[in-house]
């Protein structure tokens, strides 16, 4: 019931872990814009990762890099397919997995996500405002995530349906050009708060 209700705020994992400096160095982007791309677990990513591909292809984000998480659940065929694709793009590095995109996200100037519980929180807590492209088919919990995010000023939301090339490109160009911070309005204590509540309830 609504009485035994506590909410606790949001749960992100801790971090950054790598200085963004270093990140940063090793990709090539001391003075460049970085672009972090993740699908989360990658399952149903392959369409936003080939849009933002053929961006790049199409020279629409020459002075940028590009740090692309595919994700490990990616069908074999379409990791297979991806990497032929970004094999001779400039400035674009793309992986399967990365062990601390925490870090990565906290060092990009523009992220670019599915809609995720975890990538966008993420993103969002890291002090972003990512462009969100939330599943198109199946559950509405990521695009509900995305519509709301949206109203509060704290991510963009670009759906499925309006995916290409050039919307994706419009969007990464809009955020890179915004001169403030997204509002800091969400509360990502949830993790200690929730052991609060839980070792008071034990106590009780």
């Known amino acids: 019931t609504t009485a035994k209700t506590t909410f606790t705020g949001y749960i992100r994992q801790p971090g950054p872990f790598e200085p963004a400096a270093e990140i940063r160095q090793r990709l090539g982007a001391e003075s460049l814009p970085l672009l972090v791309v993740t699908t989360g677990g990658g399952s149903d990513g392959g369409r936003l990762i080939r849009a933002y591909l053929e961006a790049v292809r199409e020279e629409e984000l020459t002075g940028a890099v590009s740090y692309v998480v595919a994700g490990p659940q990616l069908p074999e065929s379409e990791w297979s397919e991806l990497l032929a694709v970004a094999g001779d793009l400039p400035n674009l590095t793309l992986v399967r997995f990365c062990t601390d995109l925490v870090s990565h996200i906290a060092a990009a100037d523009v992220v670019i996500t599915m809609g995720g519980y975890n990538s966008v929180c993420e993103a969002v807590a890291a002090g972003k405002r990512p462009i969100v492209v939330p599943r198109g088919e199946g559950s509405n919990e990521q695009r509900l995530r995305a519509e709301c995010l949206a109203a509060l000023g704290v991510v963009t939301h ?47």
Not at 161 to 177: F, G, Y
Not at 192 to 203: I, Y
């Open 158 to 204: 670009l759906p499925q349906t309006a995916l290409t090339p050039e919307n994706l490109v419009a969007a990464i160009q809009a955020e890179l050009k915004q001169r403030t911070s997204p509002p800091a309005i969400l509360d990502f204590n949830g993790l200690e708060r929730a052991t609060g509540v839980l070792s008071q309830v034990l106590d009780d």
